[in-house]
């Protein structure tokens, strides 16, 4: 899911959207059980009540997540290392290098994750002696 705010809003905020976006497909798919990982403390411990909300702007945001968060049977959030999220790092380079129409729509992008290469060639000795 590709998503283009249009919109003035903070860095937050734009994580809230992002949440609640998620949080949305995964109700039009049916999802019962989630986990949500995220990179953002900010949003995963004031979710989960743990951390103060310092802005009013973002009080919305947390009650509306909460809430679509009662519709799953059982919904958790995960806080991943930004480190360990080198795949959202790279979808956030190339979401901002590419320049879209002005349009509704965005070609998706789709992304294979492989548990085994495709091709391998075993070498076990060159005839010269050179790689």
């Known amino acids: 899911m590709a998503a283009e705010l249009r919109f003035n809003c903070m860095n937050n905020m734009a994580e809230y959207e992002a949440c609640i976006l998620g949080l949305k497909i995964a109700i039009d798919m049916n999802v019962h059980d989630l986990l ?28 509306y997540v909460q809430k679509l968060c009662k519709r799953f049977r059982m919904s958790e959030f995960i806080p991943t290392p930004r480190i360990q999220n080198e ?45």
């Not at 509704?104 to 495709?118: A, F, N, S, T």
């Open 36 to 63: 949500v990982f995220g990179d953002s403390d900010l949003l995963i411990h004031q979710v989960q009540g743990e951390w103060a909300v310092n802005n009013p702007k973002i009080i919305p945001y947390i009650q």
């Open 87 to 131: 795949l959202a790092d790279a979808l956030s380079t190339i979401a901002s290098m590419i320049k879209h129409p002005d349009t509704d729509y965005i070609d998706p992008l789709d992304i294979e994750l492989k548990e085994h290469p495709i091709h391998c060639s075993d070498v076990e000795a060159e005839p010269d002696g050179l790689p």
